[in-house]
Each structure stands twice: as C-alpha cells, then as structure tokens.
C-alpha cells in the first residue's frame, strides 16, 4: 500500500492534531451537507432535463493538446487540453495548466494548432488543471498562454461563475448546444472535501451511424451521474466515452512534496478515506452497462494500475490518450 502522506511528515501532523482535528471535523460537516444537497441538485437537473436536438455529425476529431501521456516530441502534464473538431466547426475544451507551464504552449505550437481555428472554448470545471494553472484557479480566471494567439471575444462556455480575459464568458446553466454540434450535458456538482463545491460540464455530440460520444474534464460528478443525465438527454446509443474519470487508486500525478495531492484532493471523500478498486469495479460495471465501444482514459486522474485494469476489463476497445494524437470517430 502507498502511503498518501510521506513517513516524514508523519511527526508534524500529530504535533498538529490537537490543531487539525477540530478544523477538519467543521469542514466534514460542511463537506457532508454539499454533499446531500449535490445530489439533490444532480436529481432535480437529471428529471427536469429533455431531450437536445443533437444534430448528426460526419466526424468527430479529438486531438490531445494537454494530457499525462504523450507522444514522441510532446509534452505531458497532469492537465488536461483537448481540442475536438467536427464538420460543423471546432471547440477548445480545457486549457490544461495554461501559461504556469510549457505543455499546452509547446504542444499547440508543434501542432499549428491556434484560437484562430477554434470557434469557442469550453471549460469543463474550475480546477487549475484545466482552467490554465494555480494562479487562474485562485482568481478564477481562465489563462492561454499567449502563444495560441488572441481570443478575440470567442465565446468561453463555463460550468460556474470565473472570468475569462478577452472570451466573451458565459455560464452554462443547463444542457444546451454550444457549437461546432457539440452539446454541452450542463454543470453537475460534487462535494469535494478541501477543493469545496465543484460544478463539472461534460461534452457531448452525435455521429451519424454510430451514436453519442461523452467528453469528461475530471468526471468529478462521477461517470454513473453524467451517464444519467446524458440518458435524459438522448436515446441514441453511447458509442465512445472518453476523458477524466479520477481514480488515483494506487498513486497519483504530481505528487507534491511527498504527499499525494491526487489522492487526497478531489476524490468525493473525506481525507481519511481513500478511492478502492471496489469503487472502479463499481464504475466498469457502470460503464460497461451503459455499452459504448470505445473508451478513451485520461491518465491526468487516473493511476497506471486503474488504468490497466480499466483496459482489462472494459468490454469496448481502450485507449489512453496521449498529448500530440488525434483520435477520430466518424459514421
Ligand atoms: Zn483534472
Ligand atoms: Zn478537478
């Protein structure tokens, strides 16, 4: 078993118990009461939802800008960036870590890839994995790093209240077309114990002859609520499903001073619990029911041997996309 919190720091946190204790009971309480009422606001969005009027795309291109694995000559890191592109236009979803470090800068530049040939940007949540660093996550600004270009008042469509500098920002209240053909299922929340409420929006669109595909930032909400929602939604089949689904199960990327920021941030549960190998077998099960037959993984969430286990034993064929590809799915 891997340790969350290195040996050494082990000596600190109990001279700071007496300290740490109250202060993480008060935020239990807290982290407990969103919880209830995020899912009571999941339910209530999940019923009210009708039916979109996707319309059928010819193709679907995924090309990875950010991501934890890459190609040869790409850059990985723990964010995430993809930029997918259809016969009716083109959409940024997530801008990885941004300007705070080199990946989405050098990627989109070997690629040619600029906001010029995109029509709008999505942001899947506000964490600074995907909404351009720790400094944007603060502010809550959405940061490019200026070598993709100027926005030039693209709109940017987000799951909650931020800021985007030269966007025309725009907060998504509920499932509706964005562009390029692709919908966006609307803000799912979570409770998350130390990084508070989260808002997550998933991306969703229609291929002719094959049916839906779902796009994840983080899958915060979890993939069985966004399936849930997505059934509302459509009654197409689900034909591929592919992005962050968080399951630092044995690891995490980017550990940060011996301590296992993954694991213990952004899991839905309180610090003394961890994600298991019986919340993945829950959420194969989940996803094999719902029967897609792709998958592409983020590995920017999700640990090698989740990963391994989720290739082992999903029925669709896997993948786990990499920085600098670009996956296609057409009729
Ligand atoms: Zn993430
Ligand atoms: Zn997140």
Wanted: with cysteine; hydrophobic share 40%.
């Amino acid at each position: 078993m891997t340790f969350r919190i290195s040996a050494p720091w082990w000596p600190l946190l109990a001279l700071a118990s007496p300290l740490l204790v109250p202060i993480l009971l008060v935020r239990n309480r807290r982290f407990r009461k969103n919880r209830n009422q995020a899912h009571q606001l999941n339910l209530e969005r999940i019923n009210k939802a009708a039916s979109l009027a996707l319309p059928e795309l010819e193709f679907l291109d995924v090309t990875v800008l950010s991501e934890w694995a890459s190609e040869e000559g790409f850059m990985g890191e723990p964010g995430v960036s993809y930029l997918l592109r259809t016969d009716q236009g083109s959409l940024l979803y997530d801008v990885g870590f941004g300007p705070s470090r080199p990946t989405l800068a050098h990627n989109a530049t070997k690629l040619g890839v600029s906001l010029d040939q995109v029509d709008a940007l999505a942001i899947s949540h506000l964490h600074m994995d995907h909404m351009g660093g720790m400094k944007a996550g603060r502010s809550k600004q959405v940061m490019v790093p200026n070598e993709l270009g100027a926005p030039g008042g693209k709109p940017c469509f987000l799951p909650d209240e931020a800021g985007a500098e030269g966007f025309a920002a725009e907060v998504v209240k509920g499932p509706r077309l964005l562009t390029a053909g692709i919908a966006s299922i609307g803000p799912l929340a979570r409770s998350l114990f130390f990084l508070g409420w989260t808002e997550e929006q998933a991306l969703l669109a229609r291929i002719k002859d094959k049916g839906l595909v779902i796009f994840t930032g983080c899958g915060h909400p979890t993939i069985e609520v966004i399936l849930q929602m997505v059934g509302r939604l459509s009654d197409q089949p689900i034909h591929a499903i592919g992005g962050g689904l968080h399951f630092p199960i044995t690891s995490g990327r980017g550990k940060y001073r011996g301590i296992q920021m993954q694991m213990i941030l952004g899991t839905g549960k309180p610090p003394w619990q961890r994600i298991t190998d019986d919340d993945l077998s829950k959420t194969i099960r989940s996803i094999n029911a719902a029967g897609p037959e792709r998958v592409f993984l983020s590995a920017h969430d999700t640990c090698d041997y989740a990963l391994r286990r989720f290739a082992n034993e999903l029925k669709a064929e896997t993948k786990v996309l990499r920085a600098g590809a670009t996956y296609r799915i057409s009729a």
